[in-house]
């Protein structure tokens, strides 16, 4: 079996929109009452997946969940909209950043020799607390091969679990057993550690994973207080290289040592803040960005327009290339609607290794299926979406016509 990472894209739903939700995002508060642009947020996602898919790259996709969910307005008492954030929550289109779909350790790190996922609970806010479940039922049908994959429910809601945006996977290369990290919070000052210590425990417990290859870290409180808010804005590590900002965790030492114990080919390539401060880490999103290996064995590092447009981000990355270290390409992407709601490249994909040959091909992307989805959104999705919007019978009617068009033009009705 040839295991190989495919990223899994979220698709950005039809109903894309700025409502500012996620308290401690502040790229998404910063933004928030603006006019959204779903149309041309999901064709930039999607060019991104043809982008990456142009290097070589395994690519696949999740779908938009179902939205207007009133059921979630339902059990709130809420159905009148008149509580227009509880509204929004009902509208929100967050599913789209997959890093929060779930938890992923591949087949060499479990101890039933499968590749399992836990679904994130993300029960810190309440527009993402409705995921999960409609995010398991897409799970289970992606990953329906039992002989390869377990799929579990999330974790009980007494402890928040944001899935993969606090947790990275370090190897020889990605068919070896790994080291997994686990990166949790415990204080942010204002805004609240999403990441709770005990979830992630559970979640190594539930893959069956080997202690010694389990390492669980704090992040730095003074990152989650400056907008970290989860720790892919601060790192990413991809096999051997772990990229992180010098703030990123709350004992970088002793995180490094553990790495180095566990994995010793580790290479840890550190930005100090003296080059790029955590704020303009954080505004430029450089470290919410995929780390990849390419094809040809060297790792490519896909970064938003906005760390490649930032003087002192560049500047940095400038002199990263020059020293001819573990990472050799910067690929920078336009993804500029999902950035203004506080998602980078990062966020808007899940990392699972696998055979590609065990997944349901109906979520694996080719030229021919892209072009497919282009026409579904170019047809059916809303050009724009202005908050005052949300709620409107006609554009809840177009919301629900455009996901229906998409399942159907994949053929995957039993997720409607």
Same mark, same amino acid.
């Given at each position: 079996?040839?295991?190989?990472?495919?990223?899994?894209?979220?698709?950005?739903?039809?109903?894309?929109?700025?409502?500012?939700?996620?308290?401690?995002?502040? #790229?998404?508060?910063?933004?928030?009452?603006?006019?959204?642009?779903?149309?041309?947020?999901?064709?930039?996602?999607l060019a991104k997946m043809r982008h990456n898919?142009?290097?070589?790259?395994?690519?696949?996709?999740?779908?938009? !969940?179902?939205?207007?969910?009133?059921? %979630?307005?339902? =059990?709130?008492?809420?159905?009148?909209?008149?509580?227009?954030?509880?509204?929004?929550?009902?509208?929100?289109?967050?599913?789209?950043?997959?890093?929060?779909?779930?938890?992923?350790?591949?087949?060499?790190?479990?101890?039933?020799?499968?590749?399992?996922?836990?679904?994130?609970?993300?029960?810190?806010?309440?527009?993402?607390?409705?995921?999960?479940?409609?995010?398991?039922?897409?799970?289970?049908? =992606?990953? #329906?091969?039992?002989?390869? %994959?377990?799929?579990?429910?999330?974790?009980?809601?007494?402890?928040?679990?944001?899935?993969?945006?606090?947790?990275?996977?370090?190897? #020889?290369?990605?068919?070896?057993?790994?080291?997994e990290i686990f990166v949790y919070g415990r204080?942010?000052?204002? %805004?609240? #550690?999403?990441?709770?210590?005990?979830?992630?425990?559970?979640?190594?417990?539930?893959?069956?994973?080997?202690?010694?290859?389990?390492?669980?870290?704090?992040?730095?409180?003074?990152?989650?207080?400056?907008?970290?808010?989860?720790?892919?804005?601060?790192?990413?590590?991809?096999?051997?290289?772990? %990229?992180?900002?010098?703030?990123?965790?709350?004992?970088?030492?002793?995180?490094?040592?553990?790495?180095? =114990?566990?994995?010793?080919?580790?290479?840890?390539?550190?930005?100090?803040?003296?080059?790029?401060?955590? =704020?303009?880490?954080?505004?430029?999103?450089?470290?919410?960005?995929?780390?990849?290996?390419?094809?040809?064995?060297?790792?490519?590092?896909?970064?938003?327009?906005?760390?490649?447009?930032?003087?002192?981000?560049?500047?940095?990355?400038?002199?990263?290339?020059?020293?001819?270290?573990?990472?050799?390409?910067?690929?920078?992407?336009?993804?500029?609607?999902?950035?203004?709601?506080?998602?980078?490249?990062?966020?808007?994909?899940?990392?699972?290794?696998?055979?590609p040959a065990t997944v349901d091909p109906r979520?694996? !992307?080719?030229?021919?299926?892209?072009?497919?989805?282009?026409?579904?959104?170019?047809?059916?999705?809303?050009?724009?979406?202005?908050?005052?919007?949300?709620?409107?019978?006609? !554009?809840?009617?177009?919301?629900?016509?455009?996901?229906?068009?998409?399942?159907?033009?994949?053929?995957?009705?039993? !997720?409607?």
């Open positions: 079996m040839a295991l190989v990472e495919i990223n899994f894209d979220g698709i950005i739903g039809p109903s894309h929109n700025y409502a500012g939700l996620s308290l401690g995002n502040l #790229a998404s508060a910063s933004h928030a009452g603006d006019v959204s642009y779903p149309r041309a947020a999901a064709l930039q996602g898919m142009a290097l070589g790259l395994a690519q696949g996709f999740l779908l938009p !969940l179902p939205r207007p969910n009133g059921a %979630f307005l339902t =059990a709130l008492g809420a159905e009148d909209g008149s509580d227009r954030r509880l509204l929004a929550a009902a509208w929100s289109a967050s599913s789209m950043w997959t890093a929060n779909a779930a938890t992923v350790s591949p087949a060499p790190d479990s101890a039933d020799g499968r590749c399992h996922l836990t679904a994130a609970n993300l029960v810190t806010m309440p527009h993402r607390s409705q995921e999960w479940p409609d995010t398991v039922r897409q799970l289970r049908v =992606a990953f #329906a091969d039992k002989a390869h %994959f377990a799929v579990h429910d999330a974790v009980p809601p007494c402890f928040g679990d944001e899935g993969a945006a606090n947790h990275m996977r370090m190897c #020889a290369e990605h068919g070896a057993p790994g080291l204080s942010g000052g204002a %805004f609240p #550690a999403r990441q709770h210590e005990q979830a992630s425990r559970a979640v190594a417990r539930l893959h069956g994973l080997d202690p010694a290859r389990a390492l669980f870290v704090e992040q730095a409180p003074e990152a989650i207080a400056a907008g970290a808010f989860h720790n892919d804005v601060v790192a990413v590590a991809n096999e051997r290289v772990l %990229f992180t900002h010098e703030q990123a965790f709350a004992d970088p030492d002793g995180t490094y040592a553990a790495i180095r =114990a566990a994995l010793p080919e580790a290479e840890i390539v550190v930005v100090p803040t003296a080059a790029v401060s955590l =704020a303009d880490a954080i505004k430029s999103y450089l470290f919410n960005a995929q780390l990849l290996t390419l094809p040809a064995g060297e790792m490519g590092l896909v970064i938003p327009l906005e760390a490649w447009e930032h003087p002192g981000v560049r500047a940095w990355l400038d002199g990263m290339l020059a020293s001819n270290g573990p990472i050799r390409h910067v690929l920078p992407v336009d993804v500029r609607q999902s950035m203004a709601n506080g998602g980078g490249p990062a966020c808007l994909r899940l990392r699972v290794v696998a055979d979520f694996l !992307l080719d030229p021919a299926k892209a072009d497919a989805l282009e026409s579904v959104i170019a047809a059916h999705w809303p050009e724009a979406i202005a908050p005052a919007d949300l709620g409107d019978p006609a !554009l809840a009617v177009q919301v629900v016509a455009a996901r229906a068009a998409l399942l159907e033009v994949l053929a995957l009705g039993e !997720l409607a």
